[in-house]
């Protein structure tokens, strides 16, 4: 899902990720400076960005979500992604949507979060 734009057994995938487009590896290393501020690891490998849509034009849809919906930076991170990602050459536009389906679950973490995190 996250990782590789491939579901988790279980769990839907909510759209393709633009994993063939040009752009798409700069913008998850974007994504991967936006730390959840509770937890120690970057939005990316935690596994809250769902799907990376970036159009032909080079505007970019990030669709996330957040480890919990009363998550005291739900109206922040948002920005902070948009701020991560919008200063990369050839991004045109950036729109992050919050989504709470699928819920998060730490079955979303990328291995490399999960060792951080003692999980492995």
């Known amino acids: 899902m996250t ?4 579901p988790l057994e279980g769990i839907p ?14 913008v998850v290393d974007g994504c991967r400076t936006v ?6 690891v970057n939005i990316y ?4 960005i769902y799907t990376i849509d970036i159009s032909a ?7 996330m979500t957040l480890t919990a919906p009363g998550c005291p930076v739900a109206g922040d991170m948002p920005g902070w992604v948009v701020d991560a990602v ?6 045109k536009t950036v ?14 973490m ?4 999960r060792l951080e995190l003692g999980f492995m």
Request: glycine share 6%; hydrophobic share 40%.
């Open 3 to 6: 990782q590789n734009a491939e």
């Open 13 to 26: 995938l909510i759209a393709p990720s633009s994993i063939d487009h040009p752009l798409f590896d700069s």
């Open 35 to 40: 730390y959840d501020p509770e937890i120690p």
């Open 45 to 48: 490998d935690l596994g809250l």
């Open 57 to 63: 034009e080079n505007d970019v849809i990030i669709i």
């Open 86 to 91: 919008s200063p990369i050459e050839g991004v």
């Open 95 to 108: 729109d992050v949507q919050l989504t709470w389906d699928p819920p998060w679950g730490m079955e979303m």
């Open 110 to 113: 990328s291995d490399e979060a």
